[in-house]
């Protein structure tokens, strides 16, 4: 069996930017708080955050989803050297293209950075009415405060959609948000009222 350890070595060493430590903590008091039990992840990477979550408890299952196909056959090597495979599924294709049944309690968007409002539309439909989601990487290292000075014209147009994305959280009828700067920037979100 391989450990939580060697996962976050592999991720430094082949640059797969999985979710930071306090980021990851936080996520999981969240889980135990909340009682969380069903979970969907957009964007799982070599599956780092989802053997996470669903070592919080035994009664934790989670889909997610993997769009690239060498991320998802390590994610699918790990999953199962952690003994998850029953309770962690895991599909590879673009999120964007799918739909998935059932209803969730917790939903963590962590996929392309620009793709975020329509993660959002797309998959609250799948949300308990007291479930909450959680959004990665709001800060993007610290970029979001100052985009106009990003060189790069393409960097500076994906934190522009970052902070749209902010922006859409921020102004949302139906949602109440709040912002952590916690690792690289997190959101939880609930459907207000609830
Ligand atoms: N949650 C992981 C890290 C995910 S990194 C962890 O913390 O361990 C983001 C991943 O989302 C990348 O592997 C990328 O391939 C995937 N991704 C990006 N857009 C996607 C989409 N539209 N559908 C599915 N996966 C997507
Ligand atoms: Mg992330």
């Known amino acids: 069996m391989g450990s939580l350890t060697d996962l976050e070595n592999y991720a430094q060493e082949n640059n797969i930017p999985i979710i930071q430590k306090p980021g990851i903590e936080f996520i999981k008091e969240c889980i135990k708080k909340n009682h969380v039990q069903n979970i969907l992840e957009i964007g799982a990477a070599i599956g780092y955050s989802a053997i996470q979550m669903a070592l919080v408890d035994e009664k934790i299952h989670i889909t997610t989803i993997e769009r690239d196909y060498p991320r998802y056959l390590e994610a699918v090597k790990n999953i199962h050297s952690f003994n998850l495979d029953k309770r962690i599924k895991i599909i ?103």
């Open 92 to 194: 590879n294709d673009d999120a964007l293209n799918i739909d998935i049944e059932g209803k969730f309690d917790l939903i963590f968007i962590d996929a392309a950075k620009a793709q975020y409002i329509k993660f959002f539309e797309k998959y609250k439909h799948n949300l308990t009415p007291t479930g909450i989601i959680i959004s990665d990487n709001l800060n993007f290292h610290g970029l979001t405060k100052n985009p106009e000075e990003i060189k790069s014209k393409n960097l500076r147009a994906l934190v522009r959609k970052i902070n749209k994305y902010r922006d859409f959280l921020e102004n949302n009828q139906e949602f109440n948000t709040i912002f952590y700067n916690i690792g690289d920037g997190i959101a939880e979100s609930h459907r207000k009222g609830a």
